[in-house]
Protein backbone atom coordinates (compact mmCIF):
# COMPACT_ATOMS: atom_id res chain seq x y z
CA UNK A 1 0.00 0.00 0.00
CA UNK A 2 1.21 3.10 -0.79
CA UNK A 3 -0.01 6.27 1.75
CA UNK A 4 0.96 9.81 1.79
CA UNK A 5 1.17 11.36 5.19
CA UNK A 6 0.51 15.16 6.08
CA UNK A 7 -0.08 17.15 8.98
CA UNK A 8 -1.57 20.47 9.28
CA UNK A 9 -2.67 21.06 13.13
CA UNK A 10 -4.48 24.49 14.49
CA UNK A 11 -6.75 25.43 16.96
CA UNK A 12 -8.47 28.94 16.23
CA UNK A 13 -9.68 31.08 19.38
CA UNK A 14 -11.43 33.50 16.97
CA UNK A 15 -11.31 35.88 19.87
CA UNK A 16 -7.89 35.37 21.00
CA UNK A 17 -4.89 38.65 20.43
CA UNK A 18 -2.45 37.05 18.52
CA UNK A 19 -2.42 35.41 14.97
CA UNK A 20 -0.56 32.13 13.13
CA UNK A 21 1.37 33.28 10.64
CA UNK A 22 4.49 30.63 9.30
CA UNK A 23 6.74 31.37 12.07
CA UNK A 24 4.24 29.98 14.71
CA UNK A 25 4.19 26.57 12.46
CA UNK A 26 7.90 26.58 12.25
CA UNK A 27 8.70 26.69 15.96
CA UNK A 28 5.64 24.42 16.95
CA UNK A 29 5.15 25.58 20.19
CA UNK A 30 4.51 22.85 22.05
CA UNK A 31 4.23 20.89 19.01
CA UNK A 32 7.14 19.10 16.64
CA UNK A 33 8.78 22.08 14.41
CA UNK A 34 7.60 22.13 10.94
CA UNK A 35 8.70 18.91 9.72
CA UNK A 36 9.05 17.56 5.95
CA UNK A 37 9.74 14.07 4.37
CA UNK A 38 12.19 12.08 6.15
CA UNK A 39 11.89 14.67 8.61
CA UNK A 40 9.32 14.13 10.17
CA UNK A 41 9.41 10.34 11.22
CA UNK A 42 12.71 11.12 13.33
CA UNK A 43 10.85 13.89 15.18
CA UNK A 44 7.99 12.32 15.91
CA UNK A 45 9.32 9.25 16.84
CA UNK A 46 8.18 8.11 20.28
CA UNK A 47 6.23 11.32 20.88
CA UNK A 48 2.53 11.85 21.95
CA UNK A 49 0.80 12.71 18.15
CA UNK A 50 -1.36 10.98 15.65
CA UNK A 51 1.55 10.85 13.09
CA UNK A 52 3.74 8.92 15.31
CA UNK A 53 0.58 6.25 15.52
CA UNK A 54 -0.36 6.06 11.89
CA UNK A 55 3.35 5.90 11.41
CA UNK A 56 3.66 3.00 13.85
CA UNK A 57 0.55 1.09 11.80
CA UNK A 58 2.44 1.98 8.71
CA UNK A 59 5.43 0.01 9.70
CA UNK A 60 3.15 -3.08 11.00
CA UNK A 61 1.23 -2.84 7.89
CA UNK A 62 4.32 -2.60 5.43
CA UNK A 63 2.99 0.44 3.66
CA UNK A 64 5.32 2.33 1.47
CA UNK A 65 4.93 5.44 2.63
CA UNK A 66 4.96 9.18 0.86
CA UNK A 67 5.34 11.75 4.53
CA UNK A 68 5.07 15.26 2.97
CA UNK A 69 4.78 17.93 6.19
CA UNK A 70 3.43 18.11 9.60
CA UNK A 71 3.29 21.47 10.61
CA UNK A 72 1.27 22.08 14.54
CA UNK A 73 0.86 25.56 16.09
CA UNK A 74 -0.06 26.26 19.40
CA UNK A 75 -3.58 27.44 19.83
CA UNK A 76 -4.10 31.49 18.90
CA UNK A 77 -6.15 33.68 17.01
CA UNK A 78 -6.63 32.59 13.11
CA UNK A 79 -4.51 31.23 10.60
CA UNK A 80 -2.65 34.22 8.33
CA UNK A 81 -4.35 33.51 4.80
CA UNK A 82 -0.31 33.20 3.60
CA UNK A 83 0.46 30.57 6.69
CA UNK A 84 -2.28 28.68 5.51
CA UNK A 85 -2.06 28.81 1.43
CA UNK A 86 1.86 28.23 1.82
CA UNK A 87 1.05 24.98 3.77
CA UNK A 88 -1.82 23.72 2.18
CA UNK A 89 -0.28 24.28 -0.65
CA UNK A 90 2.58 22.23 -0.26
CA UNK A 91 0.34 19.25 1.01
CA UNK A 92 -1.17 19.34 -2.05
CA UNK A 93 1.98 19.98 -4.20
CA UNK A 94 3.30 17.15 -2.64
CA UNK A 95 0.39 14.89 -3.46
CA UNK A 96 0.48 15.68 -6.89
CA UNK A 97 4.11 14.42 -6.88
CA UNK A 98 3.75 11.39 -5.01
CA UNK A 99 2.04 9.63 -8.02
CA UNK A 100 -0.25 7.04 -7.75
CA UNK A 101 -1.60 6.26 -3.51
CA UNK A 102 -3.45 4.05 -2.49
CA UNK A 103 -4.66 5.99 0.36
CA UNK A 104 -4.45 9.28 2.34
CA UNK A 105 -3.87 9.58 6.25
CA UNK A 106 -4.28 13.77 7.26
CA UNK A 107 -3.16 14.31 10.79
CA UNK A 108 -5.45 17.47 11.78
CA UNK A 109 -6.66 19.43 14.65
CA UNK A 110 -10.27 19.84 13.52
CA UNK A 111 -11.23 23.56 14.98
CA UNK A 112 -8.67 25.87 12.29
CA UNK A 113 -10.23 28.84 11.11
CA UNK A 114 -8.00 31.31 8.84
CA UNK A 115 -8.10 34.43 7.46
CA UNK A 116 -10.24 33.60 4.76
CA UNK A 117 -11.37 30.51 5.33
CA UNK A 118 -13.88 29.40 8.76
CA UNK A 119 -13.44 25.92 7.91
CA UNK A 120 -10.06 25.11 7.72
CA UNK A 121 -10.13 21.55 7.72
CA UNK A 122 -13.19 20.88 5.37
CA UNK A 123 -11.02 23.10 2.89
CA UNK A 124 -8.08 20.93 3.45
CA UNK A 125 -9.71 17.87 2.65
CA UNK A 126 -11.73 19.36 -0.52
CA UNK A 127 -8.40 20.24 -2.03
CA UNK A 128 -6.71 16.88 -0.92
CA UNK A 129 -9.50 15.08 -2.84
CA UNK A 130 -9.47 17.42 -6.01
CA UNK A 131 -5.46 16.02 -6.19
CA UNK A 132 -6.43 12.21 -4.77
CA UNK A 133 -9.71 11.89 -6.59
CA UNK A 134 -13.12 10.50 -5.45
CA UNK A 135 -11.31 6.65 -5.25
CA UNK A 136 -8.67 7.32 -2.77
CA UNK A 137 -9.60 6.70 0.95
CA UNK A 138 -9.16 9.65 3.32
CA UNK A 139 -8.93 9.12 6.97
CA UNK A 140 -7.96 11.92 9.39
CA UNK A 141 -7.08 11.72 13.19
CA UNK A 142 -8.58 14.69 14.84
CA UNK A 143 -8.16 16.72 18.75
CA UNK A 144 -11.53 16.07 20.64
CA UNK A 145 -12.07 19.61 20.25
CA UNK A 146 -12.42 19.96 16.57
CA UNK A 147 -15.30 22.38 15.40
CA UNK A 148 -16.63 19.34 12.60
CA UNK A 149 -18.41 20.28 9.80
CA UNK A 150 -20.93 18.02 7.83
CA UNK A 151 -19.00 18.95 4.90
CA UNK A 152 -16.10 18.05 6.28
CA UNK A 153 -16.86 14.73 7.47
CA UNK A 154 -18.15 13.64 4.26
CA UNK A 155 -15.54 15.09 2.31
CA UNK A 156 -13.22 12.10 3.96
CA UNK A 157 -13.90 8.59 4.26
CA UNK A 158 -13.14 8.43 7.60
CA UNK A 159 -12.50 10.83 11.35
CA UNK A 160 -11.20 9.95 14.21
CA UNK A 161 -11.16 11.30 17.55
CA UNK A 162 -8.89 11.33 20.36
CA UNK A 163 -10.84 9.93 23.59
CA UNK A 164 -8.86 11.84 26.45
CA UNK A 165 -8.59 15.33 28.10
CA UNK A 166 -5.85 15.80 28.84
CA UNK A 167 -4.70 14.24 25.32
CA UNK A 168 -2.79 11.46 26.53
CA UNK A 169 -4.37 9.51 23.52
CA UNK A 170 -2.99 11.59 20.64
CA UNK A 171 -0.83 8.48 18.94
CA UNK A 172 -2.92 5.95 19.89
CA UNK A 173 -5.95 8.21 17.97
CA UNK A 174 -3.55 8.61 15.05
CA UNK A 175 -3.10 4.62 15.04
CA UNK A 176 -6.87 3.82 15.39
CA UNK A 177 -7.13 6.60 11.72
CA UNK A 178 -4.58 4.82 10.15
CA UNK A 179 -6.18 1.16 11.03
CA UNK A 180 -9.12 2.14 9.86
CA UNK A 181 -7.43 3.11 6.64
CA UNK A 182 -5.51 -0.26 6.15
CA UNK A 183 -9.22 -1.60 6.49
CA UNK A 184 -10.98 0.65 3.97
CA UNK A 185 -7.83 0.31 0.93
CA UNK A 186 -7.53 -3.34 1.91
CA UNK A 187 -11.41 -4.51 1.64
CA UNK A 188 -12.17 -1.76 -0.68
CA UNK A 189 -15.81 -1.13 2.10
CA UNK A 190 -16.41 3.00 2.21
CA UNK A 191 -17.91 3.56 5.23
CA UNK A 192 -21.35 5.11 5.77
CA UNK A 193 -21.20 8.57 7.50
CA UNK A 194 -24.03 9.56 10.46
CA UNK A 195 -23.47 13.18 11.45
CA UNK A 196 -25.12 14.80 14.65
CA UNK A 197 -25.04 17.89 16.36
CA UNK A 198 -25.30 18.33 20.22
CA UNK A 199 -27.01 21.54 21.59
CA UNK A 200 -24.47 23.07 24.15
CA UNK A 201 -21.27 24.43 24.76
CA UNK A 202 -19.21 23.36 28.29
CA UNK A 203 -15.96 25.52 29.63
CA UNK A 204 -13.11 23.34 28.66
CA UNK A 205 -11.89 22.71 32.36
CA UNK A 206 -15.62 20.54 33.00
CA UNK A 207 -14.51 18.47 30.12
CA UNK A 208 -12.26 16.46 31.50
CA UNK A 209 -12.66 12.69 30.91
CA UNK A 210 -10.33 12.84 34.50
CA UNK A 211 -13.94 12.24 36.32
CA UNK A 212 -17.91 12.02 35.45
CA UNK A 213 -19.54 13.11 33.19
CA UNK A 214 -17.03 12.98 30.01
CA UNK A 215 -15.18 9.71 31.43
CA UNK A 216 -18.46 7.36 30.87
CA UNK A 217 -19.49 9.53 27.96
CA UNK A 218 -15.73 8.70 26.13
CA UNK A 219 -15.66 5.25 27.12
CA UNK A 220 -18.93 4.14 25.65
CA UNK A 221 -17.28 5.24 22.17
CA UNK A 222 -15.56 1.83 22.94
CA UNK A 223 -18.46 -0.08 23.37
CA UNK A 224 -20.37 1.16 20.26
CA UNK A 225 -17.29 -0.12 18.23
CA UNK A 226 -17.25 -3.51 19.56
CA UNK A 227 -21.26 -4.46 20.53
CA UNK A 228 -20.79 -6.03 16.61
CA UNK A 229 -23.23 -3.91 14.73
CA UNK A 230 -20.58 -2.65 12.25
CA UNK A 231 -19.53 0.53 13.46
CA UNK A 232 -15.93 0.99 12.52
CA UNK A 233 -15.10 4.83 13.86
CA UNK A 234 -17.25 6.35 17.07
CA UNK A 235 -16.28 9.96 17.56
CA UNK A 236 -17.27 12.62 20.02
CA UNK A 237 -16.08 15.99 19.59
CA UNK A 238 -16.84 18.35 22.40
CA UNK A 239 -15.84 21.40 20.66
CA UNK A 240 -13.51 23.99 21.10
CA UNK A 241 -16.03 26.95 22.28
CA UNK A 242 -14.23 30.38 21.77
CA UNK A 243 -14.81 30.01 18.30
CA UNK A 244 -16.71 32.67 16.40
CA UNK A 245 -18.14 30.28 13.31
CA UNK A 246 -21.20 28.34 12.55
CA UNK A 247 -19.76 24.98 13.19
CA UNK A 248 -18.21 26.03 16.54
CA UNK A 249 -19.47 23.18 19.19
CA UNK A 250 -20.39 19.41 20.16
CA UNK A 251 -21.13 16.81 17.35
CA UNK A 252 -20.71 13.02 17.10
CA UNK A 253 -19.91 11.71 13.79
CA UNK A 254 -19.76 8.06 13.47
CA UNK A 255 -18.41 5.57 10.41
CA UNK A 256 -20.25 1.91 10.12
CA UNK A 257 -21.17 -0.70 7.68
CA UNK A 258 -24.51 0.39 6.80
CA UNK A 259 -26.30 3.72 6.89
CA UNK A 260 -28.36 2.36 9.72
CA UNK A 261 -25.53 1.33 12.08
CA UNK A 262 -24.20 4.33 11.64
CA UNK A 263 -27.01 6.40 12.33
CA UNK A 264 -28.18 4.08 15.42
CA UNK A 265 -24.34 4.66 17.23
CA UNK A 266 -24.76 8.51 16.33
CA UNK A 267 -28.28 8.77 17.98
CA UNK A 268 -27.20 7.14 20.96
CA UNK A 269 -24.08 9.34 22.04
CA UNK A 270 -25.89 12.13 20.98
CA UNK A 271 -28.68 11.23 23.17
CA UNK A 272 -25.66 10.19 26.03
CA UNK A 273 -24.24 13.41 26.07
CA UNK A 274 -27.61 15.74 25.50
CA UNK A 275 -28.67 13.61 29.40
CA UNK A 276 -25.42 14.70 31.09
CA UNK A 277 -25.61 18.28 30.53
CA UNK A 278 -26.65 19.20 34.17
CA UNK A 279 -22.80 16.96 35.24
CA UNK A 280 -20.78 18.99 33.14
CA UNK A 281 -21.44 22.20 35.54
CA UNK A 282 -18.14 22.76 37.37
CA UNK A 283 -17.09 24.83 39.87
CA UNK A 284 -14.73 27.73 39.82
CA UNK A 285 -12.95 30.50 42.22
CA UNK A 286 -11.96 34.28 41.71
CA UNK A 287 -7.86 34.38 42.18
CA UNK A 288 -7.54 35.77 45.69
CA UNK A 289 -10.16 32.65 46.53
CA UNK A 290 -8.18 30.40 45.04
CA UNK A 291 -5.58 31.09 46.52
CA UNK A 292 -6.86 31.43 50.03
CA UNK A 293 -8.53 27.59 49.28
CA UNK A 294 -5.67 26.77 48.46
CA UNK A 295 -3.10 27.45 51.25
CA UNK A 296 -5.83 26.12 53.26
CA UNK A 297 -6.27 22.77 51.94
CA UNK A 298 -2.58 22.32 51.31
CA UNK A 299 -2.34 23.07 55.05
CA UNK A 300 -4.03 20.39 55.88
CA UNK A 301 -1.82 17.78 53.34
CA UNK A 302 1.60 17.48 52.14
CA UNK A 303 0.95 17.51 48.46
CA UNK A 304 0.46 20.35 46.37
CA UNK A 305 -2.87 22.57 45.53
CA UNK A 306 -2.92 22.44 41.97
CA UNK A 307 -4.60 26.20 40.39
CA UNK A 308 -5.56 26.21 36.71
CA UNK A 309 -5.07 29.64 35.54
CA UNK A 310 -7.74 28.52 32.70
CA UNK A 311 -8.59 32.00 31.12
CA UNK A 312 -4.41 32.27 30.19
CA UNK A 313 -4.55 28.62 29.10
CA UNK A 314 -2.09 29.02 26.03
CA UNK A 315 -3.84 25.76 24.72
CA UNK A 316 -6.62 27.68 23.90
CA UNK A 317 -4.99 31.06 22.56
CA UNK A 318 -3.65 32.87 26.30
CA UNK A 319 -0.51 34.58 25.63
CA UNK A 320 0.56 32.56 29.23
CA UNK A 321 1.55 36.27 30.53
CA UNK A 322 -0.83 37.37 32.28
CA UNK A 323 -0.30 38.16 35.90
CA UNK A 324 -3.58 38.29 38.24
CA UNK A 325 -2.40 34.71 39.77
CA UNK A 326 0.74 36.07 40.40
CA UNK A 327 -0.44 39.44 42.01
CA UNK A 328 -2.74 36.73 44.42
CA UNK A 329 -0.02 34.90 45.04
CA UNK A 330 2.42 37.54 46.20
CA UNK A 331 -0.65 39.74 47.61
CA UNK A 332 -1.46 36.57 50.13
CA UNK A 333 2.07 35.87 50.66
CA UNK A 334 2.40 32.88 49.91
CA UNK A 335 4.73 29.98 51.05
CA UNK A 336 6.16 27.32 48.66
CA UNK A 337 4.40 28.26 45.89
CA UNK A 338 5.30 28.48 42.17
CA UNK A 339 3.57 29.53 38.89
CA UNK A 340 4.31 29.16 35.17
CA UNK A 341 5.15 29.31 32.47
CA UNK A 342 4.87 33.60 32.60
CA UNK A 343 6.28 34.02 28.62
CA UNK A 344 8.50 37.18 28.89
CA UNK A 345 11.16 37.38 26.88
CA UNK A 346 12.37 40.47 27.89
CA UNK A 347 12.66 39.58 31.37
CA UNK A 348 13.58 36.49 30.67
CA UNK A 349 17.08 38.48 28.71
CA UNK A 350 17.31 40.78 31.96
CA UNK A 351 17.29 37.80 34.26
CA UNK A 352 20.18 36.62 32.34
CA UNK A 353 21.99 39.95 32.70
CA UNK A 354 21.69 39.80 36.70
CA UNK A 355 22.87 36.62 36.76
CA UNK A 356 21.89 33.55 39.16
CA UNK A 357 22.03 35.09 42.69
CA UNK A 358 21.68 38.84 42.12
CA UNK A 359 18.12 40.74 42.96
CA UNK A 360 17.13 43.13 41.26
CA UNK A 361 13.91 44.72 39.87
CA UNK A 362 11.81 43.59 37.33
CA UNK A 363 8.76 44.12 35.34
CA UNK A 364 7.60 40.51 35.16
CA UNK A 365 4.51 39.49 32.52
CA UNK A 366 1.38 41.50 31.96
CA UNK A 367 0.01 41.35 28.31
CA UNK A 368 -1.56 45.31 26.65
CA UNK A 369 -4.21 43.00 24.46
CA UNK A 370 -5.41 41.60 28.00
CA UNK A 371 -8.08 44.23 29.50
CA UNK A 372 -7.59 43.99 33.20
CA UNK A 373 -4.25 43.09 33.30
CA UNK A 374 -0.53 44.38 33.79
CA UNK A 375 3.01 43.46 34.08
CA UNK A 376 4.27 43.19 37.72
CA UNK A 377 6.82 45.68 39.32
CA UNK A 378 8.61 43.87 41.78
CA UNK A 379 12.25 43.21 43.47
CA UNK A 380 12.48 39.36 42.71
CA UNK A 381 15.70 37.38 43.02
CA UNK A 382 17.01 35.14 40.22
CA UNK A 383 17.69 32.23 41.71
CA UNK A 384 17.83 29.99 38.24
CA UNK A 385 18.75 30.70 34.89
CA UNK A 386 17.99 27.92 32.07
CA UNK A 387 18.44 28.10 28.43
CA UNK A 388 15.11 26.25 27.71
CA UNK A 389 15.87 23.36 26.25
CA UNK A 390 13.63 20.43 27.96
CA UNK A 391 12.32 16.91 27.04
CA UNK A 392 8.99 16.92 29.00
CA UNK A 393 8.48 13.50 30.04
CA UNK A 394 5.14 13.43 31.14
CA UNK A 395 2.05 11.95 29.65
CA UNK A 396 0.53 14.72 27.58
CA UNK A 397 3.43 15.64 25.97
CA UNK A 398 5.22 12.05 25.76
CA UNK A 399 8.90 12.72 25.07
CA UNK A 400 8.44 16.00 22.83
CA UNK A 401 11.76 18.16 22.99
CA UNK A 402 10.64 21.65 23.89
CA UNK A 403 12.68 24.90 23.59
CA UNK A 404 11.34 27.84 25.68
CA UNK A 405 14.28 30.12 24.53
CA UNK A 406 15.97 31.50 27.96
CA UNK A 407 14.41 30.83 30.85
CA UNK A 408 14.58 31.51 34.48
CA UNK A 409 13.32 31.31 38.12
CA UNK A 410 12.63 34.12 39.74
CA UNK A 411 11.71 34.37 43.33
CA UNK A 412 9.75 36.71 45.04
CA UNK A 413 8.96 35.76 48.39
CA UNK A 414 7.91 32.60 48.87
CA UNK A 415 6.78 32.67 45.28
CA UNK A 416 8.67 31.35 42.25
CA UNK A 417 7.47 32.12 38.71
CA UNK A 418 8.98 30.37 35.59
CA UNK A 419 9.88 33.03 33.12
CA UNK A 420 10.05 32.11 29.32
CA UNK A 421 11.20 33.51 25.88
CA UNK A 422 9.28 31.44 24.06
CA UNK A 423 5.41 29.60 24.55
CA UNK A 424 3.96 26.60 25.74
CA UNK A 425 1.36 25.03 27.77
CA UNK A 426 2.68 24.41 31.36
CA UNK A 427 1.61 20.71 31.16
CA UNK A 428 4.72 18.60 32.27
CA UNK A 429 6.35 19.18 35.95
CA UNK A 430 9.44 18.99 34.04
CA UNK A 431 9.01 22.68 33.10
CA UNK A 432 8.71 23.42 37.17
CA UNK A 433 12.30 21.25 37.13
CA UNK A 434 14.21 22.78 34.16
CA UNK A 435 14.93 26.17 36.66
CA UNK A 436 15.44 24.41 39.76
CA UNK A 437 11.35 24.30 41.04
CA UNK A 438 10.70 20.95 42.69
CA UNK A 439 6.86 20.94 41.91
CA UNK A 440 6.52 17.73 44.41
CA UNK A 441 7.51 20.23 47.28
CA UNK A 442 5.49 23.25 46.58
CA UNK A 443 2.10 24.04 47.98
CA UNK A 444 0.82 25.60 45.32
CA UNK A 445 1.66 25.35 41.70
CA UNK A 446 -0.57 27.62 39.54
CA UNK A 447 -0.23 26.07 35.68
CA UNK A 448 -1.74 28.13 32.77
CA UNK A 449 -3.31 25.45 31.74
CA UNK A 450 -6.74 24.59 32.05
CA UNK A 451 -6.80 20.45 31.89
CA UNK A 452 -3.54 19.36 29.84
CA UNK A 453 -1.84 19.86 33.34
CA UNK A 454 -3.84 17.27 34.88
CA UNK A 455 -1.76 14.08 32.84
CA UNK A 456 1.34 14.67 35.18
CA UNK A 457 0.17 17.10 38.14
CA UNK A 458 -3.02 14.92 39.00
CA UNK A 459 -0.82 12.10 40.32
CA UNK A 460 0.98 14.43 42.93
CA UNK A 461 -1.93 17.05 44.11
CA UNK A 462 -3.82 16.78 47.17
CA UNK A 463 -6.47 18.85 45.07
CA UNK A 464 -7.62 20.95 41.40
CA UNK A 465 -8.77 24.12 41.44
CA UNK A 466 -10.08 26.23 38.37
CA UNK A 467 -9.05 29.75 38.66
CA UNK A 468 -10.78 33.31 36.79
CA UNK A 469 -8.54 36.34 36.51
CA UNK A 470 -8.17 38.15 33.13
CA UNK A 471 -7.07 36.17 30.32
CA UNK A 472 -8.13 35.57 26.44
CA UNK A 473 -10.50 32.54 26.78
CA UNK A 474 -13.18 32.78 29.59
CA UNK A 475 -14.64 30.13 31.27
CA UNK A 476 -17.55 30.22 30.43
CA UNK A 477 -18.39 30.38 26.52
CA UNK A 478 -21.27 33.02 27.77
CA UNK A 479 -18.59 35.81 28.12
CA UNK A 480 -17.21 35.69 24.61
CA UNK A 481 -19.03 38.30 22.39
CA UNK A 482 -20.01 35.57 19.73
CA UNK A 483 -22.21 37.17 16.52
CA UNK A 484 -22.09 33.74 14.06
CA UNK A 485 -22.75 31.13 15.99
CA UNK A 486 -25.92 28.72 14.93
CA UNK A 487 -29.13 29.71 16.58
CA UNK A 488 -30.23 27.87 19.36
CA UNK A 489 -27.13 26.75 20.60
CA UNK A 490 -26.50 27.16 24.37
CA UNK A 491 -23.15 28.65 25.17
CA UNK A 492 -22.67 26.56 28.37
CA UNK A 493 -24.60 23.50 30.24
CA UNK A 494 -28.38 24.89 31.08
CA UNK A 495 -26.93 28.52 30.16
CA UNK A 496 -28.99 30.71 27.40
CA UNK A 497 -28.37 29.86 24.17
CA UNK A 498 -27.12 32.00 21.21
CA UNK A 499 -28.89 35.23 20.46
CA UNK A 500 -31.69 34.96 23.97
CA UNK A 501 -30.48 37.25 26.97
CA UNK A 502 -28.88 36.41 30.38
CA UNK A 503 -31.85 37.35 32.12
CA UNK A 504 -34.06 34.72 30.44
CA UNK A 505 -30.97 31.97 30.16
CA UNK A 506 -33.16 29.13 31.71
CA UNK A 507 -33.08 26.59 28.97
CA UNK A 508 -34.58 25.33 26.17
CA UNK A 509 -36.36 28.52 25.62
CA UNK A 510 -34.74 28.94 22.48
CA UNK A 511 -37.30 29.98 19.98
CA UNK A 512 -38.14 33.33 19.81
CA UNK A 513 -34.68 35.15 20.62
CA UNK A 514 -32.76 32.70 18.13
CA UNK A 515 -30.30 34.44 16.00
CA UNK A 516 -30.31 37.81 17.84
CA UNK A 517 -27.26 39.15 18.68
CA UNK A 518 -25.50 40.03 21.79
CA UNK A 519 -24.71 43.96 21.80
CA UNK A 520 -21.03 44.42 22.84
CA UNK A 521 -21.76 46.71 25.60
CA UNK A 522 -24.47 43.80 26.89
CA UNK A 523 -20.88 41.21 26.56
CA UNK A 524 -19.19 43.81 28.88
CA UNK A 525 -21.71 44.29 31.51
CA UNK A 526 -21.69 39.95 31.81
CA UNK A 527 -18.21 39.28 31.45
CA UNK A 528 -15.99 38.37 34.21
CA UNK A 529 -13.41 40.96 32.69
CA UNK A 530 -13.89 43.87 30.69
ZN1 LIG B 1 -7.78 19.51 22.39
Same mark, same amino acid.
Given at each position: MRVALAGFLHETN??? @?VPAGMEAFEVG???? @??SRGAEIELRA?????GIAGALGVARQRGWQTVPILWAGAIPSAKVKEDAFETIAEEITAGLRA?????GVFLDLHGAMVADHVDDGEAEIARRVRDVVGPNVPIVAALDLHGNISETFARTVDGLVGFRTYPHVDMAETGARAATLLHEIMTDGRRPACAFRRIDYLVPIPFQ /??? /?APADALYADLAAVEA???? *??AASLFMGFPAADIPDCGPVTVVYADTQAAADGAAHAIASAYAAAEEQFAGQSYEADDAIAEAAARAAQVKRPVVIAD????PGAG? *????TGLLRALVAAGAERAAIGLIVDPETARAAHEAGTGASAHFRIGGH?????DAPLETEAKVECLSD????? /?? @????GTALDLGPSACLRIGGVRVVVTSRIA??? #? !?EMFRF??? *??????ILVV??????RADFAPISADILVAVSP?????????LPF? $?? !???? $??? @??GPAFGESRASS? !?? #??????GVQYRQEDVIQQGRHP
Open positions: TFA @PGGYI @PLEGVNLAGPLD /TTD /TDGAG *VRTQDNG *VSATPSVAGGKLRA /TG @PYYGQMA #D !RVGI *VPEDQAKSSTHFGPMPLDPGDT $RL !RPGL $RLS @PNA !RP #DTGDAA
